[in-house]
């Protein structure tokens, strides 16, 4: 795709035509700011993000608890991204050729990345994750991530997002595609990858959402620069049928399809005991304990053993003001740390350990509510 491409380009420009200058980083990261996306910086002439500051390269150190993003650094890449035009300015003042990073979650987009990478068929059964691909589909050309994704649209009578001209649509420097759509719900639709395990779409296309960012129209890249094609530059609704599909394939997770989540029946059961109600010892314990249990939605990067730890903490301080007995407190947290990360029981069991032993020592006193 990418040689006739650039062909097509060539002939276009003719002995003394002026050609547009490139867009300045800096124009493109205002310009998605303006959209409402955050930005990020991405190291010079690469699509990955621009480096962490030295105590964030500190081995064993991650983001959950960094103030890096907070105070300004763009430390973490997506975590870092921001629609601040200060703070736009500062960094591209610092870093003036540095790409541009979209944070797609916070931005609300759902970006699918189409990949056309060389790599020998996979079992046809893995073609599209779920849906086994009848023997009478002749797969003779099936090659890359452009095809898979034909494929299932085919197979849903869907237009195929690869054409979809009323939509945002960037080609990437390696002849990839990337198909933008907006995701106006406030359902966290989550990021995958297509050859990886757990959830997927299709063979070579990646989904880009909560937990992933993609590279600005107009980048430019020691690979190349990631264009615009046609006229269109607004992202579209996601289409209904392929919301259903990022449904199908575990893009969604269980939490935002099933509403609020519910704490475990014992924790029901040991604050009903307890005669706590929603305003009692329940109630400081539950935003803790569901950060700790909307962690189940992704394997890895949702800083699971920190959320742990501070409900672990704060169950702590609840034993020692005398509103659960420390065994009904360690079964809450072993509940729902399992349900979050299953078979990490032992892991888990340490840090619910420490955690409440910490709290233990700083009460919880709570108002008796009449
Ligand atoms: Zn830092
Ligand atoms: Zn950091």
């Not at 959209?35 to 500051?53: D, E, I, S, Y």
């Not at 935003?287 to 702590?316: D, H, I, M, W």
Request: hydrophobic share 40%; charged share 20%.
């Amino acid at each position: 795709m990418a040689p006739e491409l650039r062909v097509r380009g060539f002939s276009a420009v003719r002995p003394g035509t002026v050609l547009p200058a490139a867009p300045r980083s800096v124009d493109i990261a205002r310009w998605c700011a303006e959209q409402g996306w955050p930005v990020h910086p991405l190291a010079f002439g690469r699509k990955t993000p621009a480096g962490n500051c030295g105590g964030c390269r500190a081995p064993g150190h991650t983001h959950s608890g960094c103030t890096c993003p907070a105070e300004g650094r763009w430390c973490h890449g997506f975590r870092a991204a921001t629609c601040d035009a200060e703070r736009i300015l500062r960094w591209w003042r610092k870093a003036p050729e540095a790409g541009v990073g979209v944070s797609c979650g916070p931005a609300g987009l759902v970006v699918i990345d189409i990949d056309a990478h060389g790599q020998s068929l996979p079992d046809r059964d893995c073609l599209l994750p779920g849906i086994p691909v009848p023997p009478q589909v002749d797969l003779t050309g099936l090659a890359n991530g452009y095809h898979t994704l034909a494929l299932l649209a085919a197979l849903r009578g869907a237009p195929d997002p690869a054409d979809d001209e009323d939509t945002l649509r960037v080609r990437t420097p390696s002849g990839g595609l990337h198909v933008w759509y907006r995701a106006p719900d406030a359902r966290s639709w989550q990021s995958s990858a297509g050859s990886g395990g757990g959830r997927a779409l299709a063979w070579q296309v990646d989904v880009r959402a909560h937990g992933g960012y993609i590279v600005a129209p107009g980048t430019w890249t020691r690979a190349g620069t990631y264009r615009a094609l046609g006229a269109c530059r607004k992202p579209a609704v996601l289409p209904a049928w392929l919301a259903e599909e990022l449904k199908r394939t575990g893009h969604l997770p269980r939490k935002s399809q099933a509403g609020p989540w519910q704490p475990p029946p014992r924790a029901r059961q040991a604050v009903a005991a307890a005669g706590g109600g929603g305003q009692g010892p329940l109630g400081i314990l539950v935003p803790v304990l569901a950060e700790v249990a909307a962690c189940a939605a992704q394997s890895q990067g949702t800083g699971f053993s920190e959320k742990l730890n501070r409900a672990s903490y704060t169950a702590g301080g609840l034993v020692t003001a005398g509103f659960l007995t420390h065994q009904q407190a360690e079964q809450i947290l072993q509940d729902t740390a399992a349900a979050a990360r299953p078979g990490q029981d032992r892991k888990a069991a340490g840090i619910i350990r420490s955690g409440m032993s910490a709290g233990a020592r700083r009460p919880l006193y709570l108002r008796r509510e009449g």
